[in-house]
């Protein structure tokens, strides 16, 4: 499809640092994007928890089913809009590149134990990731990723560390917002996410389909199914001696939770448009000068902060979930202190001339998968022991 003049292109892009030839067959977007479905980053995301540990069951979401979904909407949301879909694809595909094992409690963890080393957060390692730890090619360190890929990848940054990263950090210190591109899969997580949370839950059986029926946004997707003939089933319906009743059953909620998607993609979709012709910009410069043009209409927002609330309440705080984190969060607090005790024991030592402890820590410790995690807790307790015993480095995050 035509991209709008507000896209970013190839030719309005600010490039590569290494300039590389052009591809006949691709654009530099596209290229991105298999430079990252290559890495070995990506291919760690599905061994991470998204919000569900990932040694508890294997149906559910992961980093890198929930990044391919985020994936999915995003491209959808950039054909509607006119927006560079390739650049939405490899910004929703690694997205989620720099997170730590063991979901978000995982990065808090690590930003507390390190504290007074800078600190972790997994905007800002994704980037580090693209620009330094993924190193496939002899002629430099890095990816070598497009400008605005590496942009769009820093969500989030304090001014300090944006000052230290030049050029790529400078709009997290004007206050600049992101490109549309980026606008476009950041609200496509969120979308992403917060449904998927409450499929997941619901498989899994931490809410019964009489808790998910008051999921905000929930009553008004059955009733607009209703009206095409739906009929909702009754919680006898779960357990009902005939197979095929229990599938319909599980079945027609996953319908309704997937109504509700639907209908949060098609409203983002809309109301962006209607912004985007209401402010009519000509370049991407100016599309990022009028403020953020991706959103929801007001309704749709404040339906869907409701369910973030939900979600928090119900599915995040749920004591099976509380209690799983919390195993979790004693492994990653061990393993830090054990090779904080004895670096020997992480992969690549020695460490470089002038390489930093704490951020070898860091890298090494977020790269971990759930299960390496776990293992390598195994392991330690296994060949020294002594590096564990004196842990009781609590974190306090939850
Ligand atoms: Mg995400």
New binding site residues.
């Given amino acids: 499809m035509t991209l709008a003049p507000y896209a970013i292109t190839d030719q309005n892009s600010r490039g590569r640092e290494h300039p590389i030839p052009d591809a006949s067959d691709r654009n530099a977007f596209a290229r991105d994007y298999t430079r990252i479905l290559h890495s070995q980053a990506l291919r760690r995301l599905q061994h991470k928890t998204q919000v569900f540990s990932s040694t508890e069951g294997d149906l559910f979401r992961t980093r890198l089913t929930?990044s391919m979904e985020?994936e999915q909407i995003s491209r959808s949301c950039a054909r509607q809009l006119g927006l560079n879909e390739d650049l939405c694809g490899v910004l929703a595909l690694a997205?989620?590149l720099g997170h730590a094992p063991f979901g978000h409690m995982g990065q808090d963890v690590l930003d507390e134990l390190l504290s007074k080393h800078g600190g972790f957060e997994h905007n800002h390692q994704a980037l580090r990731i693209v620009d330094e730890l993924e190193s496939p090619y002899l002629e430099h360190k890095g990816l070598n990723l497009m400008f605005e890929t590496r942009e769009g990848l820093l969500k989030h940054c304090t001014p300090a560390r944006a000052k230290a990263l030049g050029a790529v950090g400078e709009r997290h210190i004007t206050g600049r917002p992101s490109s549309l591109e980026a606008q476009a899969v950041d609200i496509s997580?969120a979308i992403a996410?917060v449904h998927a949370d409450l499929e997941d839950a619901f498989l899994m059986g931490l809410l019964t389909c009489d808790q998910v029926k008051t999921a905000p946004g929930y009553p008004e997707a059955l009733s607009r199914l209703e009206k095409k003939g739906f009929s909702h089933p009754t919680e006898a319906d779960f357990s009902n001696e005939d197979p095929d009743t229990r599938r319909r059953a599980k079945a027609s909620v996953q319908a309704v939770v997937r109504e509700m998607m639907r209908h949060s993609i098609d409203d983002m979709i809309a109301h962006s448009k209607m912004t985007i012709q209401a402010a009519g910009p000509k370049s991407p410069e100016e599309a990022r000068a009028l403020g953020p043009l991706i959103g929801f209409s007001a309704g749709q927002r404040k339906l869907h902060s409701a369910l973030r609330q939900f979600s928090r309440e119900h599915i995040y705080e749920h004591p099976k979930v509380v209690n799983v984190r919390s195993k979790e969060r004693q492994v990653l607090a061990d393993l830090f202190v054990a090779y904080e005790k004895a670096p020997e024991e992480m992969d690549g030592f020695p460490l470089g001339k002038n390489e930093d402890l704490y951020r070898r820590l860091a890298d090494h410790l977020s790269g971990l998968t759930d299960l390496r995690a776990h293992k390598e807790h195994e392991r330690i307790l296994r060949e020294r022991p002594e590096l564990l015993v004196k842990s009781n480095r609590r974190p306090s995050v939850r």
Avoid: A, N, T
Wanted: charged letters at 35%; a negative charge; proline letters at 0%.
């Fill in positions: 929930h985020v997205h989620d997580d996410y």
